[in-house]
């Protein structure tokens, strides 16, 4: 029950300070905490603790629960925010390419910094519908309902890293020819980093799905611009199953996880800019860190292992997929079959709607 209050007193400590609150909500919360004062009578969780009060800790949570309720839909600034002792979404790639990286870092999120890179990409791809929607979603990354930004702030203390996509509509107005261009940087060992070439999407039925805009492409894709959390690692998450046995997976992850923060396979769009926008980053990174890394490999290389898109159909028995061509140096777009294989996997990520 304590820590319960403990963690309640952490939260309105940083609320407080941040919450965006009109006049009048600032009386009925200044009220609220009000109440709380009289509930614990000068007393400190300290004091709680050693009297072992479970009346008192019982009043004093109930009031703190109210608290944290009538504030978590509130926004807050979200200008720049640390993550401390998150765990590094780069640190693999750094091993890999022949440099040290901490476990864990304090994670620096500015979103309007993020909002720029990302926009910079789309634009360096040719997708500018994409860059624009990114810069209009700037004037709502300023601030933030407390429920989506400690969503945000969970998903990457467990190694994620954020991503700002379009919404559906811009999504499903994105042509085979522009998905094609959503396409890595890389670097082979002791080379220069190169831009992969367009990416390999020749397979009837998933150049039918984009053409003819298919809805299954952009599934539970929210309507407008959103923060995608997904962690940059090599290999693709729930390996070893069949495609139903990994969309009943995704079904059981979200058993206890509340609407807002659903667990997702990535579909087509996220996967291709999530490579274009991983490579980046990881490149941003050893700049910044002044480390020269020997290799820097997008994601499911070499066919090691590969992502299934398992919101689209499967056609003739086999299911879309997405994977690295290393020999022929650009992502490849294809099929593979629905059965349990250890390299045929899905990646799961979080979306927060802006």
Do not use: C
């Not at 693709?236 to 199953?241: A, D, T, Y």
């Amino acid at each position: 029950m304590t820590e319960q209050i403990k963690t309640g007193e952490q939260n309105l400590e940083t609320m407080e300070v941040k919450a965006n609150l009109s006049n009048v909500e600032r009386e009925y919360f200044d009220k609220l905490k009000a109440e709380l004062k009289q509930i614990l009578g000068g007393k400190t969780l300290e004091d709680i603790e050693k009297t072992q009060d479970l009346v008192l800790a019982r009043k004093a949570s109930k009031k703190m629960a109210e608290i944290l309720e009538f504030l978590k839909t509130k926004e807050v600034e979200t200008e720049r925010l640390i993550i401390k002792d998150a765990k590094n979404p780069f640190a693999e790639a750094f091993f890999d390419g022949g440099a040290d990286a901490p476990e864990t870092i304090d994670y620096e999120l500015n979103f309007e910094e993020l909002a720029d890179m990302n926009a910079a990409v789309y634009e360096d791809r040719g997708l500018d519908l994409w860059a624009e929607e990114v810069k209009k979603a700037k004037e709502n990354l300023g601030k933030m309902s407390l429920e989506k930004l400690e969503i945000v702030k969970r998903e990457i203390k467990e190694g994620a890293i954020p991503s700002i996509m379009p919404g559906k509509r811009v999504m499903m107005e994105t042509t085979l020819k522009q998905i094609k261009m959503l396409r890595p940087k890389f670097k082979s060992f002791n080379k220069e980093e190169e831009l992969a070439d367009e990416s390999y999407l020749e397979w009837e039925h998933f150049k039918q799905l984009i053409n003819t805009r298919n809805e299954l492409l952009v599934s539970d894709v929210p309507e407008g611009s959103y923060i995608l959390l997904t962690r940059p690692t090599q290999e693709s998450e729930l390996r070893g199953k069949t495609v139903n046995e990994q969309i009943e997976a995704i079904a059981a992850l979200n058993a206890n996880r509340t609407a807002e923060n659903k667990i997702y396979a990535m579909n087509l769009h996220e996967y291709a800019a999530e490579q274009a926008m991983r490579s980046q980053m990881i490149m941003d990174q050893s700049e910044m860190a002044g480390e020269e890394l020997s290799q820097v490999r997008p994601m499911d290389y070499g066919g090691a292992t590969w992502t299934r898109f398992v919101s689209l159909p499967a056609s003739s028995g086999v299911v879309p997929n997405g994977f690295w061509d290393r020999s022929a140096g650009q992502l490849h777009f294809g099929y593979g079959g629905v059965s349990a294989y250890g390299s045929a996997g899905v990646r799961l990520s979080v979306r927060v709607e802006i």
